[in-house]
């Protein structure tokens, strides 16, 4: 442990990769997946010696080394980030209330036309508080001008500058989250038609083809969340809903919903929804809802799932 302990303190970008395998798998606290929640959870002894293992961590030289750090750097620092604020989110919090973000910003240079996944995520860790969001989104801000498309999550993070992109002839890149992220996808439509219905139309015809896609996929894990971005769409921008179905191969989308609607669960909800929106459409897509509703008379028929929508 000691030699981790300052290990870990002097370099954490160099340490880090040496030590993951025993954040992840051994204390579970470094959870990239998502898979150790629940009973598969650290438990205390896991999170106290987490705990100690970064227990040396100066915020103050750590910002500073992260604010050193070069382009392909900065994954590795939003890997560190993730398992520090997992471990004691409030000195990470402090950790990147200190962060150098002229330099940094410098160091994204040319990547601010179209952030790719490192920075992102990145920034996306930084912003661990109200204070830390609030420091990135001025970071966002000051090189608003230079960003031709946004990827999703920071449109998450900053949705007033996400719609200053649009209007300045960007994109926001929803098209990546139309298949298993939907939820994000729906967010960030909903965002729009509350702050700038009017570039709805701009946001969203890009990405239609890719929605469509995804709707007719043979995979049901696509499915997965459908229904939240479905039910936003047509309580927001029912015609681009309609331009979505509208390209939908008939042969396709009933080989795929009848799938999900034999499995069920989430794939299910979202298939009983399509069908629902298909059935009284003219032609043959119309006639593969009307098959469908009859081959699944129960499972075809949307049912409400306000908990789903929360979320």
Known sequence: ??????????????????????????????????????????????????????????????????????LRELQQAAYFLGLFRRVDPKRAAALCRQLDWSRLGVTIGAEWSHLNHDSTNFMCQAALDKQSREIVTSVVQAHLADIRVMPSRIAVLTPELACAVVDQGGTIAIGVDMALSWRRAAYIIYNFSELRPDLMQVLVTPYEAEAA????????????????????????????????LARLEPVAAEAAWGTCLAKGGKAGRSAAILIEHCRTMPGELGEVARRLRQRFPKASIPRPDKSSMDQ
């Open 213 to 244: 896609t995804s709707l007719q996929s043979k995979q049901t894990n696509v499915f997965d969340d459908a229904d939240v971005f479905l039910r936003v769409m047509d309580e927001v921008a029912p015609d681009a809903l309609a331009r979505i």
């Open 1 to 70: 442990m000691p030699l981790l302990q300052h290990a870990l303190a002097a370099d954490p970008l160099k340490v880090f990769p040496e030590v993951d395998v025993i954040a992840e798998d051994l204390l579970r606290v470094w959870d990239p997946f998502g898979i150790y929640t629940g009973k598969l959870a650290p438990d205390r002894r896991q999170r106290a010696l987490a705990r100690e293992l970064c227990r040396h961590i100066d915020c103050t030289k750590v910002a500073a080394k992260i604010s050193a750090a070069s």
